[in-house]
């Protein structure tokens, strides 16, 4: 599959063009403005045309490889789906999702694909972004599909639901179908993160791996405005301290031979995950570097789509383009 290409916007640590890459598609343009998210895309690919910049700035007409593409792809920050979410219409995450939609008229791909929060797909909080995002793509000849995927679907050790929007012009459009999961069996986070928590000698590894027997939560990378690299808000946490994880930092390093194991004993007994493992979690290959300090990187990886999903998302695309 080749000869497909996109734009990608808020592309961060790559997740999602890394998985139409895989797809067969080619980037015309990824944009982000984010120092670190920039610098990790060109550490992975320096052929990438990456341009460090806000969306809401964006000016396709600057920038002519990126009109007329298949694809313009938004894996967007994700809207704040807790109880703080009532203002996330008036919010700088929902002035981002118009914006993708908008940008559809400027750039003219063929299939536009934003991917969210669950709620962004079936939630009446919602619903006044999916009526004007109807309207808009409707006057652009687009028709569109709202879907959730779970990335634990696709292979990701992740409870992971995406809110999907997937639009394409009304000639293509009948011969798209959401993806169908690629796997029967949820890879757990035991099975995940197994081989690494023995690389240093850590006796308890594989006893911890068969009590982590299910998927790991939902990984939120955190606002740059607050708080450090912690795996979540206090529920989150809990679900981690049931797997046997310190969820209040992350650690430095995987656990060596002399560390000592004791759930019982609270989290101090526990293990912390390092931001390595979480990129695992996140279904990063081993070799996609994360650039800069700890806290940044994790965010990165919080904040990403699974290139798996992407991967998988792609190829539904494609195959509608193709007909």
Same mark, same amino acid.
């Given at each position: 599959?080749?000869?497909?290409?996109?734009?990608?916007? &808020?592309?961060? @640590?790559?997740?999602? *063009?890394?998985?139409?890459?895989?797809?067969?598609?080619? =980037?015309?343009?990824?944009?982000?403005?984010?120092?670190?998210? &920039? $610098?990790?895309?060109? @550490? #992975?690919?320096?052929?990438?045309?990456?341009?460090?910049?806000?969306?809401?700035?964006?000016?396709?007409?600057?920038?002519?490889?990126? $009109?007329?593409?298949?694809?313009?792809? *938004?894996?967007?920050?994700?809207?704040?789906? #807790?109880?703080?979410?009532?203002?996330?219409?008036?919010?700088?995450?929902?002035?981002?999702?118009?914006?993708?939609?908008?940008?559809?008229?400027?750039?003219?791909?063929?299939?536009?694909?934003?991917? #969210?929060?669950?709620?962004? *797909?079936?939630?009446?909080?919602?619903?006044?972004?999916?009526?004007?995002?109807?309207? +808009?793509?409707?006057?652009?000849?687009?028709?569109?599909?709202?879907?959730?995927?779970?990335?634990?679907?696709?292979?990701?050790?992740?409870?992971?639901?995406?809110?999907?929007?997937? @639009?394409?012009?009304?000639?293509?459009?009948?011969?798209?179908?959401?993806?169908?999961?690629?796997?029967?069996?949820?890879?757990?986070?035991? +099975?995940?993160?197994?081989? !690494?928590?023995? !690389?240093?000698? %850590?006796?308890?590894?594989?006893?911890?791996?068969?009590? *982590? !027997?299910?998927? @790991?939560?939902?990984?939120?990378?955190?606002?740059? /405005?607050?708080?450090?690299?912690?795996?979540?808000?206090?529920?989150?946490?809990?679900? %981690?301290?049931?797997?046997?994880? #310190?969820?209040?930092?992350?650690? /430095?390093?995987?656990?060596?031979?002399?560390? +000592? %194991?004791?759930?019982?004993?609270?989290?101090?007994?526990?293990? $912390?995950?390092?931001?390595?493992?979480?990129?695992?979690?996140?279904?990063?290959? +081993?070799?996609?570097?994360?650039?800069?300090?700890?806290?940044?990187?994790?965010?990165?990886?919080?904040?990403?789509?699974? =290139?798996?999903?992407?991967?998988?998302?792609?190829?539904?695309?494609?195959?509608?383009?193709?007909?």
């Amino acid at each position: 599959m080749s000869g497909l290409t996109f734009v990608d916007v &808020c592309s961060g @640590a790559g997740g999602l *063009a890394l998985g139409l890459e895989r797809a067969g598609f080619e =980037p015309r343009l990824l944009l982000d403005e984010d120092d670190d998210a &920039c $610098r990790t895309l060109r @550490a #992975n690919r320096p052929h990438w045309n990456v341009l460090q910049a806000d969306l809401l700035d964006f000016d396709p007409s600057e920038h002519p490889e990126s $009109r007329d593409v298949d694809l313009l792809s *938004a894996g967007l920050p994700r809207v704040k789906s #807790n109880a703080t979410a009532a203002r996330a219409e008036s919010g700088s995450e929902e002035r981002l999702l118009k914006a993708a939609v908008y940008l559809a008229h400027a750039i003219g791909p063929r299939a536009l694909l934003v991917e #969210n929060v669950p709620t962004l *797909a079936h939630s009446d909080r919602f619903r006044g972004f999916r009526e004007f995002a109807r309207a +808009e793509l409707e006057h652009l000849g687009y028709e569109f599909s709202w879907f959730v995927l779970n990335a634990a679907d696709f292979g990701v050790p992740q409870d992971r639901k995406q809110g999907v929007l997937v @639009a394409i012009k009304r000639h293509w459009f009948p011969s798209f179908q959401p993806p169908s999961p690629t796997v029967t069996h949820h890879v757990s986070v035991g +099975e995940a993160l197994v081989e !690494s928590m023995r !690389s240093r000698g %850590w006796k308890d590894a594989d006893q911890w791996a068969a009590q *982590a !027997s299910v998927v @790991a939560p939902t990984l939120v990378g955190g606002s740059k /405005n607050r708080g450090g690299a912690d795996l979540g808000l206090a529920g989150t946490k809990r679900k %981690w301290e049931r797997l046997g994880v #310190n969820a209040h930092s992350l650690g /430095n390093e995987i656990p060596g031979s002399g560390f +000592e %194991w004791a759930p019982e004993l609270g989290r101090d007994g526990m293990v $912390r995950l390092t931001v390595d493992q979480t990129a695992v979690l996140q279904s990063f290959p +081993e070799d996609w570097r994360i650039t800069g300090r700890k806290t940044a990187r994790y965010r990165q990886i919080g904040h990403a789509s699974p =290139p798996p999903v992407g991967e998988a998302l792609g190829r539904a695309i494609a195959r509608a383009l193709r007909y």
